[in-house]
T-cell receptor
Framework: EAQVTQNPRYLITVTGKKLTVTCSQN?????MSWYRQDPGLGLRQIYY???????DKGDVPEGYKVSRKEKRNFPLILESPSPNQTSLYFC????????????FGEGSRLTVL | QQPVQSPQAVILREGEDAVINCSSS?????VHWYRQKHGEAPVFLMI?????EQKGHEKISASFNEKKQQSSLYLTASQLSYSGTYFC???????????FGKGTRLSVIA
């Protein structure tokens, strides 16, 4: 089954404790992206990757890091999480860049205390 | 650069129609529409490329007016299953990441 898998789905952590949210897709998509969703603000892009070893900042990259060492995986790293990073995070992938249908993961709800 | 959606929220009775608009301050290459049901991930509905085409998905259709830099999503004879938040995403050149609007919350009641 074609899917985008994120882990963990739910996480409660404390300020400053490094964490990684993994994202994996099995559709051989070149494009992958991370979004955060906050009430009233819609989906805001954090980082995206057009292909392996190519990553770019989105609209809200501060406090996040990503890597794309292989095509299927695109982890999101929070080196020192802060409470303002409490949010619902979605990973998405598509066959091509902006013109392709985006397939979203189920989301990861992160709470930083 | 974020597209502006209107209305922010709408409540319909089953069978009624609705229109959701998405406007951009910049020229667009394509507009994407997604629906997100409560507690779920967004799901793709359709893509409209510049050229003013109109597309359909069941009783949901959309248009794209390049000159006005806007797209409209039309929901006809709404069903309870149409409830959710609708997002438009805009792409400026065909090779740039989508930028999503803040969403329109649609509630269909019996």
């Amino acid at each position: 089954e074609a899917q985008v898998t994120q882990n963990p789905r739910y996480l409660i952590t404390v300020t400053g404790k490094k964490l990684t949210v993994t994202c994996s897709q099995n559709m051989n998509h070149e494009y992958m992206s991370w979004y955060r969703q906050d009430p009233g603000l819609g989906l805001r892009q954090i980082y995206y990757s057009m292909n392996v070893e190519v990553t770019d900042k989105g609209d809200v990259p501060e406090g996040y890091k990503v890597s794309r060492k292989e095509k299927r995986n695109f982890p999101l790293i929070l080196e020192s999480p802060s409470p303002n990073q409490t949010s619902l995070y979605f990973c998405a992938s598509s066959r091509t860049g902006g013109t392709g249908e985006l397939f979203f993961g189920e989301g990861s709800r992160l709470t930083v205390l | 650069q974020q597209p502006v959606q209107s209305p922010q929220a709408v409540i319909l009775r089953e069978g009624e129609d609705a229109v959701i608009n998405c406007s951009s301050s910049k020229a667009l290459y394509s507009v994407h529409w997604y629906r997100q049901k409560h507690g779920e991930a967004p799901v793709f509905l359709m893509i409209l490329l510049k050229g003013g085409e109109q597309k359909g998905h069941e009783k949901i259709s959309a248009s794209f007016n390049e000159k006005k830099q806007q797209s409209s999503l039309y929901l006809t004879a709404s069903q309870l299953s149409y409830s959710g938040t609708y997002f438009c995403g805009t792409d400026l050149s065909g090779n740039t990441p989508l930028v999503f609007g803040k969403g329109t919350r649609l509630s269909v009641i019996a």
